[in-house]
């Protein structure tokens, strides 16, 4: 079955970085755009990032652009979101999914289980 399970999440503060990794199983990996979503408690879901397969190419929010980048290892069935000056707003649980937007925003049966991002002084 599909598996996504999402790792490295935690307490940083203001202007630091975090490296978020996502282990992908059951499902061929290389063929399929894969995105980070995520969601701060209290509001809905938040697009972050895509990977396009096809393309090689990669998209951001606009609240995130410039700051985090979005990579993935097909060998090892990986993805990988780099966070780079982070904002207290960007505290939220970060999940992995498989697709790209629209739908991916919209549709928690893509997602891992997530990973915890808080960002306090």
């Known amino acids: 079955q599909v598996q996504l399970v999402e790792s490295g999440g935690g307490m940083v503060q203001p202007g630091r970085s975090l490296r978020l990794s996502c282990a992908a199983s059951g499902f061929s990996f290389s063929i399929y755009d894969m995105s980070w979503v995520r969601q701060a408690l209290g509001k809905g879901p938040e697009w972050v990032s895509t990977?396009?397969?096809?393309?090689?190419?990669?998209d951001y929010a606009d609240s995130v652009k410039g700051r985090f980048t979005i990579s993935r290892d097909n060998a090892k069935n990986m993805l990988y979101l780099q966070m780079t000056s982070l904002k207290h707003e960007d505290t939220a649980l970060y999940y992995c999914a498989r697709g790209g937007p629209p739908l991916v925003a919209v549709t928690p049966a893509l997602w891992g289980q997530g990973t915890q991002v808080t960002v306090s002084s």
């Open positions: 990977f396009k397969t096809g393309s090689n190419s990669t």
